[in-house]
């Protein structure tokens, strides 16, 4: 008999780990003890060799349904053992070294609960277990403890310190343990006025959310990760409400169901959506809608000119309660004004939200880290494209290699932007944080980096910006850099993108070229030039452009990503046949000062992203965008409703011949506008446009002689596109997608720590310091 240490890495804090050794060395009878600390869990036991290596097999081959191994090691020790086995104290001497637990959703035994009559926790909002529950929003420090989280103030009841204490209990050493006699406390702020527990009873201030819903109105509600706007989906008045006081005029909203099987009476769910929607991460899913949605719920106001919709299940039991109570699905969507990051802080969503609402719903236990709800949705053959990357996800990102040993921050991206951390062999991705031009984005971005870095003890060893030099977050880290005096590169906004979808996929090592198809609304290259439809070689550890579109001159800075209309005027003014669809969106002042500036704009595009708006305003949406890629979005819609009524076969390409390195725009919008006069359906020429676009990248495949491709940037957000990809190529091709990480900018800040290890075994590259070295090119 030996004394061993076994050493557990992973996702092993805030799953139940703990518990789940004490109960399998229990069972096979040894003595010992385990404990927490900052670089997983860590056990000592007595036993001999073999029964050591089972006791090692069957903890990680049977973990808790959370938890995720990554690697353990064992060794024999010299250590005395207590006569029992025992859960000791947390521990916190070594560097944290861990992967971050994200927030997971109700599990199945704690819904089953809060809706039993005879359990003491019937129709408590608070309900968690070591299954379930906030972990990653409310951990203020590691190892995760209750005392190093928001729960740390509200003392356990004697019933539940019983629980917490018995190691039968699936609430042993659950560190959100409450129950209603030792509640997180509710409060609902009405008229002015605070009501909360224990003056008030937690049902009537449900019953009040529920009332004020069947009345009309519009109540902010605390979720797990922030506060949401809701109110009854199926009172078009409301709706049309909250949109005013929201800012919002016609980007869709969120739908919240009571349950799967009223989900199900909303969109079309396959089996791989509902499973989505029942996972510990419970993303709102993207999926169309089913008729009787369209005729029960004004579709018009929810989602204005789409046939599909997002909708989510009860992912916190207060939801759960509420929605079973009201018995209807409600709007959920971000607690915030149109622009501004979600509000999660209680005093400000009194200051900022209660102005919007009739009501606000919260409770007494702080959120750290603010969240959004994840976006997901799915294509044909179930691969999953992210819309949005947060709760139930973040920070930490999981692939099946582990990451580098410097310790690198990645500031990421202006739009949709994230951060990333390389840290002790992890990679952490920060939520979704927003536009950082905004201030209040801007704010939520720097505390959730300071927090994460205090959490991790992280201190880097180099920065890495977007090649923009006026964003943000570039100037944060060129001040970073300078402040700890370490090298800050630049990287090329299109190359992060096309290193984030071969790292993710493990490409970078591949012997076999890539073609890298990067399409998205715009990112500065070192040409300076607005790109966004580009085309990449990768081989070897190097990245090479070899074409995108032909450039056509920029307009108006960022007003050109929000007006079609100049998208279309740039792309067709010289075409005589575009004059009669493009006039009539301009004042005669302005077409004059709009032709004169394109005569003499220097600043060139390739944006594909500007591509699909002028395609969009040449079928007849909207000469402006109330919200960013309202146009590309609406233009996907119309193409599947003709898919959809049609089918998916079109002989040819509406794009001539054409071949790298760059494509003619011009051909195509003129045999669009000739098609169109010619009385061709405006759906059928969105649909044909996509499929003209997916043709495309199979040529270049074939002209480039490459087999393998791989496809990012927020065009390939669009479903279509990529289904059209697999139809037409999906036999002769590998193709390659963003599946853990959107394809948007939220995956720029990893895809530069992924550029960064492609590049730092080039002696040049690593003994250059400048924000001035960019890869090379060959333009």
Known sequence: MNTWHLHIRGRVQGVGFRPHVWRQARAMGLRGEVCNTTDGVH???EADKTTAHLFAERLTAEAPPLALVLGWALEPVQRPLPSDFRIVESRSEAAPDLVLTPDAALCTSCRAELHRPDNRRHGYAFITCTHCGPRYSIIEALPYDRPRTTMAPLAMCAACAAEYADPADRRYFSQTNSCPDCPVPLFL????????QPETEAAALIDRVCALWQSGGIVAVKGIGGYLLTCDAGRAEAVRLLRLRKQRPDKPLALMAPDLAQARRLVQLDSEAERWLQRPEAPIVVAPATEEACRSLPLHLIAPALDELGVMIPYAPLFEWLLARFGKPVIATSGNLSGAPVVYDDDRAIEVLAPLCEAVLGYERRIVTPQDDSVLRLSANGRPIWLRRSRGLAPTLLLDRPAGEKHILAMGARMKS?????VRRHWYVSQYLGDTDSFEAW??????????QRLLHFEPEVVLVDAH??????RMGRELAHKHGIPLYAVPHHEAHFAAV?????????DEPVLGVIWDGMGLDTDNCIRGSEFYRYQEGRIEWVGSLAPWPHLAGDKMAREARLAAFSLAADLPEAEPLLRPAFSEIEWRNYRQLRTRSRLRTTSMGRLFDAVGFLLGLPAKATFEGQVPMWLEAMAWRHVRRAGWHFGESLWPEARLPQWPVAPLLQRLIELRQRGVDAEHLAAWFHYSLAHRIGEAARQQGLRKVACSGGVFQNRLLVEWLERLWGGTLELFFPERLPPNDEQIAFGQIAWYGMHARDHHFSKTKSMDY???HSR
């Open 43 to 45: 056990v000592w036991f």
């Open 189 to 196: 702020w009405e008229n002015g006025r605070r009501r909360s």
């Open 418 to 422: 994230t951060f990333a951390l390389q």
């Open 443 to 452: 704010r939520s971005y720097r505390h959730t980096l300071d927090h994460l």
């Open 469 to 474: 030099p006026e964003f943000a977050n570039t």
């Open 502 to 510: 071969l790292a993710e996929h493990g490409l970078e090592g591949d």
């Open 774 to 776: 960019v890869s090379g």
